[in-house]
C-alpha cells in the first residue's frame, strides 16, 4: 500500500481525495475547517483524519496539497504543525492547486535540500469530471518524479501529462483557464449584443455550435448554466480571477505581447470584485449582463 497524505477538501479537493479511498492506498486528510476532514473520513474505513498538515505528512511516500492558491501551500508549509516539517526525506509533495510556477519552482528548491521531491500537478475537468475520475493532470517536474506519481495521479486521472520542469505544469493550466475565461465573456458579449438585436440566445447558440465560433462555453456552459439561469456553484469566479492572473504573469515574464490575456484579467478582476468570493465563474456572465443591460436568456 502507497501511504498518502491529502490535505485541502474542497469543492474538487473532495471528490479527487475519495478516488484515494482504495485498497492500494492508505490514506490520510487534512482540512483547515476540520468537519469537513472527519465527514469525509466517514466515507471509508481507513481514513486518518490528521490534527495538522504536519502530522498528515509523517509517514507518507505522497502528500497531495489541493488548496486555493500558491500562497495557501507556502504559509503551510510553515510554523507550528507546518507541513515541511513532517514531510519524510525521499517523499514527494505534489501540488494539484491551480498555482504559481514561481512559487512551485521556490517551494521545489527549498524542499530538494531536505531530499524531498516536489512536483506541480494542477488538474482540468471541473468537479464532475473528478468525481468521474477523469480529470487531465499537468505535470511540472523531474521525469522519475512524474514517472513516481503517475499512478497515484491516475487515481483521479484520465489523461496524465509530463508538460516539462517543476513549474511547467501551473504555467500551461494558468493558460488554459484564459483560455477558458476569454472564451466566456467574448460569449457573453457576443450573445448580449444579438438579444439586443433581437436574436434569441438559444437560436445563436445552435448556430455558433454549428459553426467556427463555438467553444466549451458555447457548447456546454452556456446552454446548462446561463441560458437556464441555473449557475451552479462549482468553481469560484475568484480562483479564476487568480488563474488568468498567474497567465498574464507567465506571459510577462516570458516578454511575450499579450493584450487580451491582461484585458481579460481586469475584467474577470471587476467581476469577481463587484460579485464576491463565492460567486461562481460562470457568473461572470451576470456582471456583463448588468453592464449590458440584457439577460442571456
Ligand atoms: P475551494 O475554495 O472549494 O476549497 C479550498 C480548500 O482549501 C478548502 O479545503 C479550504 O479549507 C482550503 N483552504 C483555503 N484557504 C486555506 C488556507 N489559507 N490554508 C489552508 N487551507 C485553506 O477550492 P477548490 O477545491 O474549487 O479549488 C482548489 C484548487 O483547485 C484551486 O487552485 C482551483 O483553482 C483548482 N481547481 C478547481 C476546480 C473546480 O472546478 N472547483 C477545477 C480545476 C482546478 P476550508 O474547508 O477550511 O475552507
Not at 452556456?222 to 498567474?246: C, H, M, S, W
Amino acid at each position: 500500500m502507497t501511504r498518502i497524505a491529502f490535505l485541502g477538501l474542497g469543492a474538487i479537493g473532495t471528490p479527487m481525495a475519495r478516488h484515494l479511498i482504495d485498497p492500494r492506498f492508505e490514506l490520510a486528510v487534512w482540512n483547515r475547517t476540520r468537519e469537513k476532514a472527519i465527514a469525509f473520513a466517514g466515507s471509508g474505513a481507513n481514513v486518518r483524519v490528521a490534527a495538522s498538515p504536519l502530522e498528515a505528512a509523517k509517514g507518507a511516500e505522497v502528500v497531495i496539497t489541493c488548496l486555493p492558491a500558491s500562497p495557501d501551500v507556502e504559509a503551510i508549509l510553515d510554523g507550528h504543525g507546518g507541513l515541511a516539517a513532517g514531510l519524510e526525506r525521499g517523499s514527494v509533495l505534489v501540488d494539484c492547486t491551480s498555482g504559481d510556477p514561481a512559487a512551485s519552482r521556490r517551494i521545489a528548491a527549498r524542499l530538494a535540500e531536505r531530499g524531498v521531491d516536489f512536483a506541480d500537478a494542477p488538474v482540468s475537468g471541473g468537479v464532475i469530471g473528478a468525481e468521474r475520475g477523469k480529470l487531465t493532470v499537468m505535470v511540472g517536474g523531474d521525469a522519475r518524479v512524474f514517472e513516481r506519481v503517475q499512478p497515484v495521479l491516475a487515481a483521479f486521472g484520465e489523461k496524465i501529462v509530463h508538460c516539462g520542469p517543476v513549474g511547467s505544469g501551473h504555467a500551461l493550466k494558468a493558460v488554459n483557464n484564459a483560455l477558458l475565461a476569454v472564451h466566456i465573456w467574448s460569449a457573453a458579449e457576443g450573445l448580449a449584443a444579438l438579444a439586443k438585436a433581437g436574436v434569441k440566445p438559444a437560436i445563436a447558440l445552435d448556430v455558433i455550435n454549428a459553426s467556427s465560433g463555438r467553444s466549451n462555453s458555447s457548447q456546454n456552459l452556456f446552454p446548462e448554466r446561463v441560458l437556464t439561469r441555473a449557475f451552479p456553484r462549482t468553481f469560484r469566479l475568484a480562483l479564476l480571477d487568480k488563474d488568468i492572473g498567474i497567465a498574464a504573469a507567465v506571459a510577462k515574464e516570458q516578454r511575450v505581447p499579450a493584450p487580451l490575456i491582461a484585458l481579460t484579467a481586469e475584467l474577470f478582476r471587476a467581476a469577481h470584485n463587484a460579485l464576491g468570493e463565492e460567486a461562481d465563474h460562470v457568473e461572470a456572465v451576470r456582471y456583463l449582463e448588468q453592464l449590458a443591460q440584457v439577460e442571456i436568456a
